[in-house]
């Protein structure tokens, strides 16, 4: 069964501090895996994506790490704002007939205090 | 203008109703996806669609219907809902190629009571 596993599911870090949110899969034919995030009352929103041939992206604040071997990849958030306080939703999917699809991870809600 | 559209926002109902959550999109993808959302679980796929002739089950297809309408129009049935489809629902929206960016409409709060 398709997976992406997401840790942890709460986290409270201070402002300017670090965020730090871990994810995990299975399916080695999964070829694209962006971060979602969501305010409350809305819809999710892509904020990053990776694909598995680099390492790591960055895009400001936000920076995606990714391990192909241990399965893994990770969010950073860097000098961490109250504005950044959300729920992040990992995600991963892959090319071919029928997919395209996103599995989700079941989401970290993210609070910043200042 | 928001570029995908779900109406209700907010729908109560009892069990055993007949419910359809619309989404319209004015964005000119050909991929439409109905997701379901519960607190701690994520978003589950329900249904999706790659053209007006394409519906496909998702994770979680029992007890759903879907209908695509026009490219631009995926609407979501609840034939007999049921308590534990009380849920927020979200459409979202893909272009046509390759893995990129899905496009999530405001989404849709449904109690079945």
């Known amino acids: 069964q398709q997976q992406v596993k997401q840790s942890p599911q709460s986290l409270i870090v201070q402002k300017g501090g670090i965020s730090i949110i871990n994810c995990a899969y299975e399916?080695?034919?999964?070829?694209?895996f962006p971060w979602y995030q969501q305010f409350p009352g809305k819809g999710p929103a892509l904020l990053i994506a990776?694909?598995?041939?680099?390492s790591e992206k960055k895009e400001g604040r936000f920076t995606i790490s990714f391990n192909k071997s241990a399965k893994q990849f990770s969010l950073h958030i860097m000098d961490s704002q109250p504005g950044d306080s959300a729920t992040y939703f990992c995600?991963?999917?892959?090319?071919?007939?029928?997919?395209?699809?996103?599995?989700f991870g079941k989401g970290t809600k993210l609070s910043v205090i200042p | 203008d928001a570029d995908v559209t779900q109406t209700p926002r907010n729908r109560i109902t009892k069990t055993g109703k007949r419910i359809m959550l619309e989404c319209s999109q004015t964005k000119g993808h050909d991929r439409m996806y109905w997701y379901r959302q519960d607190p701690g679980l994520g978003l589950r796929l329900i249904y999706y669609s790659f053209d007006v002739k394409d519906i496909n089950k998702g994770e979680i297809s029992d007890g759903y219907s879907v209908s695509r309408q026009a490219q631009a129009k995926f609407s979501l049935s609840l034939e007999s809902a049921i308590p534990n489809q009380t849920a927020l629902y979200f459409c979202?929206?893909?272009?046509?190629?390759?893995?990129?960016?899905?496009?999530f409409g405001p989404g849709t709060r449904l109690t079945v009571l």
């Open positions: 995600a991963a999917s892959m090319r071919g007939a029928g997919s395209y699809q996103l599995t």
């Open positions: 979202a929206t893909q272009r046509g190629w390759g893995n990129n960016e899905q496009f």
């Open positions: 399916n080695t034919a999964f070829d694209y």
């Open positions: 990776i694909r598995p041939d680099v």
